[in-house]
């Protein structure tokens, strides 16, 4: 199904951040750029929403650049899984423009700051909601640009060119590696469409992509198509995790996340992590499914089954230093940079789910898991961050101990951070409880027994962190000069992703959720779903052809 909406998520994003520089030569008031960002949020927040509202209607979303027919032009291809994840992105961009108007009263530069944090969202989206290869290339080069000048952005702050420094070099190289992985697999199969590669990997008939890009089945495709494929994915998966960062790739995160704005900071720990998970996802779920050219024997194991257990371990590795490094931090940043860490491991370890010795019901029940709690965790910790840097900014430090006794003089603003912490936990009735417990359920049903008592050992490991902070906060608070600062908007913006966060653990007991959710990631990991995405790609193809296209 056609939708001229996915396409201008991105663009509008992109043509917003270009058009800012232009504005600074006649305007420098505040409140113009938070009204400017403020409106691009709402009207992108629109049109992911009306995106992800047609993919619920039953339909694969493609868009199709320029009336080039797919695989020679790009195409946007929206199914469940990246229409929710858009949508998702979209309404934390547009929390961030509505924090932005308080704090860009307490900075300079907001000009400029406006400009990365539109560029970098139009990275976000277009990786997302990409269906070629390639253009995810880009615009993870337009996202990770970006996260590097956010990052630096606070130049004067020697900590900050540091952090900046060390991601960008890493980062380059990460992003080097995934096009070295990007060129592994157009020698190997002349495409770089991810439904016609799935289609060829999988030996699925298409009935135009193929006539664009040739045949490539069996003797038929560009040398050792199983070789290419196993090292386009090691490359691919390497920067990918870098991106995420999952163990160990995650060395330069807690500093960059600490040392960047506070709005970019909460981007960074609620979407742009979810980003590289969602790219893993989309290639081991899409690109190569548990019926693709990857599961040839490796160490007597299928070679995608083992990248997946690979991923898994990794995840508990991540989890477990995330949540135990997290205990001892003494500056609320790091403490929610290394809570990041310890959540987005969380995330991987379910991957051993999607191996294939596993029914379609049960990796639906997997993925599933992994969604409700990316959107549990991108609500809860982006709130925390603007919460949390909301007192680091008035109160002068990011030290944990400067902040202590806060709540009795904000109580409202600590109160939302509590329910965030909670939720963060996994605490009945929020939905970090019904997130988590999906997570176990999904590694019980696989037998995966190591994994979901790392679930619980990670999250008790993590208690010991959050009910620390939670309880420095209601301690009696000592004289200080640095009292009677207006928060207004940062607590009724807390409050208002609080009470969406009770309202959700609400809703999850009341209504079948769960239900949904898995019969919506069902289309995504079985057969039929895999061939309803090819085949929607190819039909946009057919149409694009009949028409003339270019």
Known sequence: MILHEVALVPLLLALAAFATPIFTLFVRNRYFYSSYMLMVAIIVTIFSYKTLKTVMGGHIVVYTFGGWPPPLGIAYTVDFMNGILGLLASVLFLKI????????????????????????????????????????????????????????????????????????????????????????????????????????????????????????????????????????????????????????????????????????????????DKVGTYGILRIMLTMFSSSSILMFKTLGVPFRDLVLLILSILGMVSGYIGSLIMVIQRDVKRFLSYSTISHIGLLFIPFIGFASGYSEETMAKTLAAIIFH??????????????????????????????????????????????????????????????????????????????????????????????????????PRPESSHEGHRIFLPTVLCTIVALILLTLGVIYTVYDIYGMLVEGSRMVVSSSGIREYIVAVDTAAIRVTSRGGR
């Open 374 to 475: 990316s959107i549990v965790h991108a609500l809860s910790e982006s709130m925390l961050f603007i919460g949390f840097g909301t007192l680091a900014t008035i109160s002068g430090s990011r030290k944990i101990d400067d902040i202590r006794g806060y709540g009795r003089r904000y109580p409202v603003i600590i109160s939302a951070i509590t329910i965030g912490l909670l939720s963060l936990l996994g605490l009945a009735p929020l939905p970090g409880f019904f997130s988590k417990y999906m997570l176990f359920l999904s590694m019980m049903e696989t037998s995966a027994y190591i994994q979901a008592i790392s679930i619980i050992v990670i999250s008790g490991i993590s208690a010991i962190g959050y009910f620390r902070i939670v309880y420095l906060l209601i301690l």
């Open 97 to 272: 423009s509505i924090y932005s108007f308080w704090y860009y009263g307490r900075s300079v530069g907001y000009e400029w700051l406006t400009t990365l944090v539109l560029l970098l969202m139009a990275g976000v989206t277009g990786c997302v909601y990409t269906g070629d290869i390639f253009n995810f290339f880009v615009m993870l080069e337009i996202l990770c640009i970006s996260s590097y000048a956010l990052v630096a952005f606070f130049k004067r702050r020697k900590w900050a060119i540091e952090a900046s420094i060390s991601y960008a070099f890493i980062g380059a190289i990460a992003t080097t590696f995934f096009l070295f992985g990007v060129s592994f697999i157009y020698a190997a199969y002349g495409t770089l469409n991810i439904a016609d590669i799935a289609a060829k990997a999988q030996s699925i008939a298409s009935t135009v992509l193929h006539l664009w890009s040739g045949l490539c089945v069996g003797d038929t495709c560009f040398g050792n198509i199983a070789l290419a494929s196993a090292v386009s994915i090691a490359l691919m998966l390497w920067a990918l995790t870098f991106e995420a960062g999952i163990f160990p790739n995650n060395y330069w995160l807690p500093s960059a996340y600490t040392e960047a704005p506070t709005p970019a900071s909460a981007l960074f720990a609620g979407i742009v």
